[in-house]
């Protein structure tokens, strides 16, 4: 009675550790870690290992002034001032992205660019009322 108890708290450790880490997430194909999304921008594209590197130093340089806009727009800052930078900012790496990308690939990065648009549209549209 006592093995099957103990076998029982096992398997019970065992399944809660599994559900935290399938929770944390797996890092994604381009090098994200858990907890970020995955780059909606590359659905659909194969990167070599030089794309992957000037993709990456492409984001980390526009990642401070990303994250300064999110977190003035979390601290109640005006968020349609947020939103307008960040589309220009998003515009302004979404150029240099596709410059390091083939001509193949610059077709699905022209079509996922369109489908954020349209995503982001949709949502400010449904966004509620700024404070």
């Known amino acids: 009675m006592k093995a099957v108890r103990i076998l029982a708290l096992g398997f019970a450790i065992v ?4 559900a935290v880490a399938s929770a944390q997430g797996a890092p994604t194909q381009q090098g994200q870690g858990a ?3 995955p780059n909606m921008q590359l659905n659909g594209i194969e990167l070599t290992d030089a794309q992957k590197v000037k993709f990456e130093e492409i984001q980390k340089k526009y990642q401070p002034e ?3 806009i999110r977190e003035s727009m979390m601290n109640g800052g005006d968020r349609a001032d947020a939103m307008k930078k960040m589309t220009e900012l998003r515009d302004k790496s979404g150029a240099e992205l596709r410059a390091i990308l083939t001509t193949e690939q610059q077709a699905v990065f022209d079509k996922n660019m369109a ?6 549209e949709a949502r400010q549209r449904q966004a509620p009322p700024a404070r």
Do not use: D, S
Request: charged content about 25%.
């Open 115 to 120: 489908e954020m648009k349209a995503q982001m």
């Open 15 to 18: 399944v809660a550790g599994a």
């Open 66 to 68: 990303m994250q300064a």
């Open 35 to 37: 907890g970020r999304r």
